[in-house]
């Protein structure tokens, strides 16, 4: 597994000249860029292929469908689920919009989506230049208008916790029980229990309930179909995970991939 830092161009400028730059970059299956922070707020986006992306209480998994928000000054780190086309935006720090003052995912409607892609072709935005002004005002209206995509996972802070988090995260569908998995986790399933419980607001079977419908977003977002979502989000009767999926979305998965 490859490990990078991730660095905005040193040459955007605040507040006037290059108020946006665009990044676009290939990485390979398991590449990660490790926690890093910078002044500049970052709009993550995948072309193609699925991130996970972690701030320090919260991870997030994020494919074509969705990006993730970054404010400046927020530790985060990335890592590629498959090859990521990363089409990622940087905004340099200037006056801030309580609208974007928060971390959060959020769907990436068409219109967005083709704006990151012209802005990422262009390389910068001159706020100097009307036209690229413009842009970065739709950009900016677009992002603190877009839709909150659902799922956040709050992360505990406990380190035996949180290590057990990642496990889980890791293969969100594995059958194994919790039971099993706490095995050599330095606590018991109970302990475990109580922590998540106190720390992320969530029970640890909610937790992971959550975790699976996160992992059956992404199959799903990529053209899998309801079975292979259901399979990859630990559920071994469709049926079963269309009602979870209905409970937590409010759709069936079929509706959910056509809409």
């Known amino acids: 597994m490859s490990h990078t830092r991730q660095t905005p161009p040193s040459n955007a400028r605040d507040p006037d000249g290059f108020p946006v730059r665009g990044l676009a970059v290939t990485y390979r299956d398991g590449h990660r860029l490790d926690r890093h922070t910078h002044p500049w707020a970052q709009l993550v986006f995948a072309a193609s292929g699925t991130m996970r992306v972690s701030i320090p209480d919260a991870a997030w998994l994020a494919p074509p469908t969705r990006a993730i928000w970054v404010p400046g000054g927020t530790p985060h780190e990335i890592e590629m689920r498959g090859t990521v086309a990363m089409r990622t935006l940087y905004l340099a720090p200037s006056g801030a919009d309580a609208r974007l003052a928060a971390c959060r995912a959020i769907e990436v409607?068409?219109?967005?989506?083709?704006?990151?892609?012209?802005?990422?072709?262009?390389g910068m935005l001159d706020i100097d230049d009307?036209?690229?002004?413009?842009?970065?005002?739709?950009?900016?209206?677009?992002l603190a208008a877009a839709e909150t995509a659902?799922?956040?996972?709050?992360?505990?802070?406990d380190p035996r916790a949180r290590a057990f988090a990642q496990r889980l995260l890791a293969d969100p569908g594995a059958e194994a029980s919790l039971a099993a998995l706490a095995r050599g986790s330095g606590a018991s399933l109970r302990t475990l229990q109580r922590l998540f419980l106190a720390e992320t607001g969530l029970s640890l079977d909610?937790?992971?309930?959550?975790?699976?419908?996160?992992?059956?977003?992404?199959?799903?977002?990529s053209g899998g179909s309801v079975t292979s979502a259901a399979l990859d989000a630990g559920y071994q009767s469709p049926s079963a995970f269309i009602a979870a999926f209905k409970r937590t979305f409010g759709v069936t998965p079929a509706r959910w991939r056509a809409g």
């Open 109 to 122: 409607a068409p219109l967005l989506r083709e704006l990151i892609l012209h802005i990422v072709r262009l």
């Open 130 to 142: 009307p036209a690229h002004a413009r842009l970065e005002d739709l950009l900016v209206d677009l």
């Open 150 to 157: 659902p799922l956040e996972l709050p992360l505990p802070a």
């Open 206 to 221: 909610a937790w992971r309930g959550r975790a699976r419908m996160q992992q059956a977003v992404v199959c799903l977002s």
